[in-house]
């Protein structure tokens, strides 16, 4: 989800799957001014809500900017036929890292 996608969500007042951790972070004074802010705009949301919507939306653009670094492994072919090289950049282990850590927070969850 991206950034500019977040007021649109929270007109909706839409809200997902919830992990069970707490985190305790302690931000920058121009930053709990800007979520104070939020929070008057839009008063059916918490500061906790908006904290854990921009962290999303951050992760989010924080994978989809990793930079593509073509590997040596060709693992499929465009419609051209072209060959389509593995990436062996950061993205497959971050992918990779989060499905472990996902199953294992669920897990946590139903176990």
Not at 47 to 66: K, V
């Amino acid at each position: 989800m991206k950034v500019n996608e977040l007021m649109k969500m929270w007109d909706r007042n839409a809200s997902g799957e919830l992990a069970e951790n707490h985190y305790t972070v302690r931000l920058p004074v121009e930053d709990a001014a800007r979520i104070a802010a939020l929070c008057e705009m839009y008063p059916k949301r918490s500061a906790e809500d908006f904290i854990t919507d921009l962290l999303s939306a951050a992760l989010s653009e924080i994978e989809g900017g990793m930079p593509y670094i073509k590997g040596d492994e060709v693992i499929a072919e465009d419609e051209m036929g072209d060959p389509i090289y593995e990436d062996a950049g950061s993205t497959p282990r971050f992918l990779a890292l989060s499905q472990k850590h996902l199953k294992r927070l669920k897990a946590q969850r139903n176990g």
